[in-house]
């Protein structure tokens, strides 16, 4: 063979390994990205989706304290956030979503609470329905953090 056609081929050798070495790096580097900003975002519509969560709750729960009458609507925005839930988290969190949605339900079943009651309640951290609810949630996003 002749050394310049070994010269030429070697030249477009390097030059094809050069770019796929790009290409490939080019790739890997917006895949990485994506992913950060997938898992960035869908961080950010859990948190929105478990504050909603427990602002509807907490209304719904010092609501069943104190009347006999449930708050049905309240219940229904209780209960489509759960359902979101179901899509968007973990079953453990699900899980404790759920229990948090049953035990509102029944606490409208119980007699109810006068102020000083509830002041009770506040004072000895029973009235603090959301508790296990806020830890398991934790959990999942300390989760989530080593994904990143």
Not at 69 to 91: F, N, Q, W
Not at 97 to 108: F, G, S
Not at 109 to 117: K, M, Q, S, Y
Request: proline share 2%; with cysteine.
């Amino acid at each position: 063979m002749n050394a310049s056609i070994i010269s030429a081929l070697a030249a477009l050798a390097g030059a094809i390994i050069g770019g796929l070495t790009s290409v490939l790096a080019s790739w890997l580097t917006q895949h990485v990205q994506a992913r950060a900003q997938w898992l960035a975002q869908d961080k950010l519509q859990r948190q929105n989706l478990y504050k909603e969560f427990i602002e509807t709750a907490s209304k719904c729960y010092i609501n069943a304290l104190q009347y006999d009458k449930a708050d049905t609507p309240a219940l229904v925005e209780l209960y489509v956030r759960v359902g979101r839930m179901r899509i968007l988290s973990s079953p453990k969190v699900v899980e404790s979503a759920e229990l948090v949605a049953r035990r509102i339900v029944d606490t409208y079943l119980e007699p109810n609470r006068t102020f000083l009651e509830l002041r009770d309640m506040a004072n000895n951290g029973s009235i603090d329905l959301l508790r296990d609810f806020s830890e398991t949630r934790r959990a999942e996003f300390e989760s989530l953090r080593t994904q990143f």
